[in-house]
């Protein structure tokens, strides 16, 4: 086995050898290689994501300066004010030219100073927001551009993501490329949200001032401007001292910017900013939440804002809805109930009041047209002008003793019973067996017909028990119905709706005014009206009586004071009147004298009344004292008496 020889001690190693210039160029070229692939792949990456993240994107070539609609309803009363706005709205398209210059300025020192200096991403704006961000520990600052919001409310979610901000800055740029930056303010300006429903500076200048955007003032342009960081926390319709501190904090970020001198900031600051209220109340809402669909369903498919023109009369609503409170919030006067309802029709059936309950806000359910409840003698007015029809006169006398049908006996109010009566007594006493003992001679069929022709639509359960009103009705078909007695005997068309215009003024739809229908001959409409009316004078209507109106009415109640109701007219109004609790539950004795009358006189007295009796109509004169005792002495001796009740 050989082995290896060491070196021989003389020899020496050779020295290493040093790298060539050239070698030198080799390593450098590959750490840029290096740096380069690193590079291409990172910018590979990039535009990967970038391509991923915009794919979907829409095209804004393709948006238009013109807005799309929302769809919103405005209603007004009869008299053209506003009673309610309904869904979210939006004006017309303004450009920056129509637009105050202060406006503008408003808007461009809250929301984006350098606007028409940045291509849509503000990098000074961004840092700024950072560094504010970072000092406060907390994000107190945004630093998206006007245009970048604009993307975001045209294109993109609310979500906070950093996918999400990219997207919209390449929109963003994008929209920087299509439009001009007026152009651009003017999009932003025409669909930004500034509350209560209001889409656009346009809407919001007309929902909070009534007036358009080109003619509000520095203050209020300022308050339009200070809407845009929070809309509902700082809408002037819900604070207006806080839309106003706000208004001042842009006033002062104005003349900071030298957008405004000092004596315009402190002039604006001091000039007091009303805010266009709408006319109505509280309680229009019944009324609105009503006729909303069937606006929506006359108006068709749209894509516009609607002006709904209604037959309500702002000035009866308050007056229904302080009557009601006014009674009904008072124990000794409510007498245990706790819901009330009212209805009022002019002489054609257009609604002028609905209340649907005590308090709107608490519960919406609508009495006034859902309530099923029976009326109780208040359908007496209907047993009568069929017995009329059928030959009987209001002095015909008829027995009120106890009587019985089989195993079916009416008993009286208080089971008084007072001997033979006339008819017009019997019905303002409100004689429960009188009204059956006619009832049977008149036939139940011809009652329940004459009934639906006059506006009943309920089913009417034709036996006995049906002239004392032991069926249910709606407030709004008693009112319907009794309109035939105060204009003249004519069918009354209810209607809530007149027409509906778009906010250019088309006329999306009107109503027909249909043909007059006669419902009642003159003979049966005459003594109808002069039962009535003796009723409101001194039978059990008397406290619903309005001093110098005529008013003919009546009243009803139902078995342990469930229901009490009164119908009736006054001054060319006709109304009904439901009091009762929701659960059926008794009341503590709230007749229909009672509750309901009171409501009745609180409305009737301060309601603006309406001459809509037709000229054919001929108006009995008032009776002296002498003259009703001479026609009818029982019924003058009761009265003074104060015997009754129904």
Known sequence: MSRRKPPAPWRKRSAPQRSTPARRMGSGFGWARLVFSVLLIGFLGASAFLVAITRDLPNVS?????????????????????????????????????????????????????????MGIDLRGIARAMLANLRAGRVVQGGSTITQQLA?????????????????????WQLEQRFTKDEILALYLDRVYFGAGAYGVEAAAQRYFGRSAREVSLGEAALLAGLLKAPSRFSPASD???????????????????????????????????????????????????????ARELAGDRETDI??????????????????????????????ADQAALIALSGNGAVRAMVGGVDYATSPYNRAVLAQRQPGSAFKAFVYAAAFEGGLRPEDVRDDFPIAWGNWSPENYNDEYLGPMTLETAFARSSNVVAARVAEETGRGFIAQLARRLGIESNIRVDRSMALGSF?????????????????????????????ESVDGDILWEREIPLDETVLDQ????????????????????????????????TGTTNDNRDAWIAGYTGGLTAAVWVGNDDFSPTDRAAGSGPPAAIYRAFMSEAPQEANVPATWSEPAPQTTEEEERRDPISSLLSRIGLGEG
């Open 152 to 172: 975001k409310n045209l294109f993109l979610s609310s979500e906070r993501t950093m996918v999400r901000k990219l997207q919209e800055m390449v929109l963003a």
């Open 307 to 336: 002006v709904v023109f209604t037959t309500l009369d702002i000035d009866a609503q308050r007056a229904a809805e302080r009557a009601i409170t006014a009674i009904m919030t008072d124990p000794e006067q409510a007498r245990g």
């Open 62 to 118: 393709e948006l238009e300066l013109s807005q799309p609609r929302l769809g919103g309803e405005v209603y007004l009363d009869r008299d053209g004010q506003v009673i309610a706005r309904r869904g979210a709205s939006r004006g017309a398209s303004l450009s920056v030219d129509e637009l105050p210059d202060y406006l503008v300025d408003a808007v461009l020192a809250v929301e984006d100073r350098r606007f028409y200096d940045h």
């Open 523 to 554: 003979r049966t409409l005459s003594w109808m009206r002069q039962m009535l009316e003796t009723t409101a004078r001194s039978g059990t209507a008397r406290q619903a009586s309005v001093p110098g109106l005529v008013t003919g009415a009546k």
């Open 240 to 294: 207006l001292e806080r839309a106003g501190a706000r208004a001042t904090v842009v006033l002062d970020l104005m003349y900071q910017t030298g957008r405004i001198t000092e004596d315009e900031r402190i002039n604006a600051a001091e000039t007091p900013i009303r805010v266009a209220r709408a006319a109505s109340t509280p309680g229009s809402g019944y009324f609105i939440d009503w006729i909303g669909e069937d």
């Open 472 to 500: 249910e009705v709606t407030p709004i078909e008693l009112a319907t119905a009794y309109t035939a007695f105060a204009n003249g005997g004519f069918r009354a068309h209810m209607h809530a709706i007149e027409r509906i």
